[in-house]
């Protein structure tokens, strides 16, 4: 990518200027931090959907290279990435700390470990992974799989992927699960992705079926939402054109994509750390003593925002914890009750799990959604405010002026802050331009987010599969009487099911509350490190020579103006 290699050479000069500054080791980490996400980017594209939909066999075609199992082997259960090397081998991931490299002779011998084991990558030396570059297909679990392993997997890469391969066999394009999960995009505000017939040389009304699952994916998705076909058997030979056409158009959109997640969140470090150099210029005409007076009066107006911003955390808490799981449980209680006579007929089918699963992973996704975004907005503005006071504040004491922002200004980087914030889930998918948060501070009322909802989509993804299993194995497993079946379910099963979720739904409502706070209270503390340290190294400064300070003030000189040249590159 041609914007990759430009970000890089750009923050490497960048982290060349900041290690000049010896008081921004707050922004070289920063930095850092960045600069590493952006050499390890791959785009990442997740094929999903039911077991058997014919993902596997898909993927072999394309790379010529009979590797993925067709059955329920151990690599179906485990979400597996496929990336080009000359050095063929296979990488566990056991978590993202722990990882084991093996053959490729290996990879039908992990049986044993498939439930310890979080995704594998599979390094081929393969013509098509070597043109893809930095896309990376992922072979996915089936999403209509029992086994809690294939759920997390899934999950997983909700929030990581860039770009989901729907696929399906013709038979099955309409089928209630698969439309079930597929509507969940709008919870992660994925705007367009490509869905994939499989065998449609099997079925004889492929054209109709391709028009009007075209239509339905259209209303519901209120887009224009590619729908291919494709062939891989020997009896019917193979044609998987349209699916390299998706492949295509995921190539053309690289530099689009990789923008989306990198470049707001290197802006606001630029522009963080220009205004961080300038305040230090600023004041580099007042003497020690005058520094000193400044630096004890900043320390106290901090502590006053760290109350105000704790009452908001408060706030947040009962927010979650109470209203949200309130919310949520109130929905899931009426949706099950409503839903008696098919919660009896999957008992019948043996489709519980799925069932409940379709009523209980959307509702909760989404509530626990909004009232994370709710609290992030809340608590970004609070921070971006903090942020603000504090600017006017060291410039009043500074005597500075000249850092006052326009109304201009403000207004149009308040417009910035809330379309990131408005799009805190928005996937840069294909045909589409579409802003991805990154990790980004503004001042005029918003602040550094720090998390995105989409960090919590896997934790809450997840939590489906465990309150499936815990019902499963305690109520229908042997234990239902047959004569009695819709009394029972009525009396027993449903006030246990809708209990059993509601201690889970409450426990992981204060987990996603302690992972809010844990984030932002970080973030209250890079801001008040960032705006105190600044005024502490000047003081020392200013109490070394004259001369000495004087060369250190034209070093800030130099690396504003090629700080800010950089902010303009990247700008565009």
Do not use: C
Not at 281 to 297: F, P, T, V
Not at 470 to 489: D, P
Request: charged share 30%.
């Amino acid at each position: 990518m041609i914007l990759k290699e430009q970000y890089l050479k750009n923050l490497n000069n960048f982290l060349e200027i900041l290690h000049e500054q010896k008081s921004a080791d707050h922004f070289v980490k920063k930095a850092e931090n960045l600069q590493k996400r952006v050499e390890d980017f791959m785009i990442k594209v997740p094929l999903i959907g039911r077991f058997s939909a014919g993902k596997s066999r898909l993927l072999n075609t394309y790379l010529s290279q009979n590797l993925l199992e067709w059955s329920d082997s151990p690599t179906t259960a485990i979400a597996t990435e496929l990336k080009y090397s000359s050095n063929e081998r296979i990488v566990i991931h056991y978590s993202k700390e722990d990882s084991i490299e093996k053959e490729l002779t290996d990879l039908k011998s992990i049986e044993q470990d498939v439930d310890k084991i979080e995704y594998i990558e599979i390094y081929l030396n393969n013509p098509k992974l070597k043109e893809l570059e930095e896309i990376v297909l992922v072979d996915m679990p089936g999403i209509d799989s029992n086994n809690f392993q294939h759920t997390k997997a899934v999950s997983n890469y909700a929030s990581n992927g860039n770009y989901f391969i729907v696929v399906a066999s013709p038979l099955d394009a309409f089928n209630d699960r698969l439309i079930a999960f597929i509507s969940e995009f709008v919870n992660y505000d994925y705007e367009s992705f490509s869905f994939i017939l499989t065998r449609k040389k099997s079925s004889h009304d492929i054209e109709e079926i391709q028009n009007k699952l075209s239509i339905l994916l259209s209303e519901k998705f209120n887009a224009e939402i590619f729908v291919g076909t494709t062939e891989a058997s020997k009896k019917f030979g193979y044609d998987i054109d349209d699916f390299e056409k998706s492949i295509a158009e995921i190539k053309s959109q690289k530099e689009a994509i990789f923008m989306a997640n990198f470049k707001f969140e290197f802006i606001d470090l630029l522009d963080n750390t220009i205004t961080f150099i300038s305040t230090k210029l600023k004041g580099s005409n007042l003497s020690a003593e005058q520094l000193e007076i400044a630096i004890k009066d900043i320390e106290e107006a901090i502590e006053i925002e760290r109350r105000e911003f704790e009452k908001k955390l408060s706030k947040i808490e009962n927010d979650l914890t109470e209203l949200a799981v309130s919310n949520i449980m109130n929905q899931i209680s009426s949706v099950v009750r409503s839903n008696f006579s098919q919660l009896v007929k999957a008992l019948n089918s043996g489709s519980i799990e799925n069932h409940l699963e379709n009523i209980v992973r959307p509702i909760t996704l989404n509530g626990f959604k909004q009232a994370i975004n709710e609290a992030e907005q809340i608590l970004a503005k609070k921070l971006g405010e903090v942020r603000e006071r504090i600017d006017i504040k060291t410039e009043s004491l500074l005597s500075i002026n000249s850092l006052s922002k326009t109304n201009t200004e403000l207004k149009d980087s308040q417009i910035i802050a809330t379309k990131i914030i408005a799009n805190k889930l928005a996937k840069p998918l294909v045909g589409k331009t579409v802003s991805k948060v990154a990790s980004m501070a503004t001042r005029a009322g918003f602040a550094t987010a720090g998390a995105t909802i989409g960090s919590f989509v896997p934790v809450i993804g997840t939590l489906v599969g465990a309150i499936v299993g815990e019902l499963v194995s305690e109520l229908f497993l042997g234990s239902m009487n047959k004569k009695n079946i819709e009394e029972q379910i009525k009396n027993e099963v449903i006030p246990q099911a809708i209990e059993n979720i509601s201690e889970t739904v409450k426990k992981q409502a204060i987990d996603i509350y302690a992972q809010v706070k844990e984030t932002y209270t970080a973030v209250f503390n890079d801001l008040e490190k960032e705006k105190l340290q600044n005024i502490i190294e000047l003081k020392k400064e200013k109490e070394k020579s004259e001369v000495e300070f004087a060369g250190n003030k034209l070093k800030w000189e130099s690396s504003l103006t090629q700080i800010r040249a950089i902010n303009e590159e990247i700008h565009g």
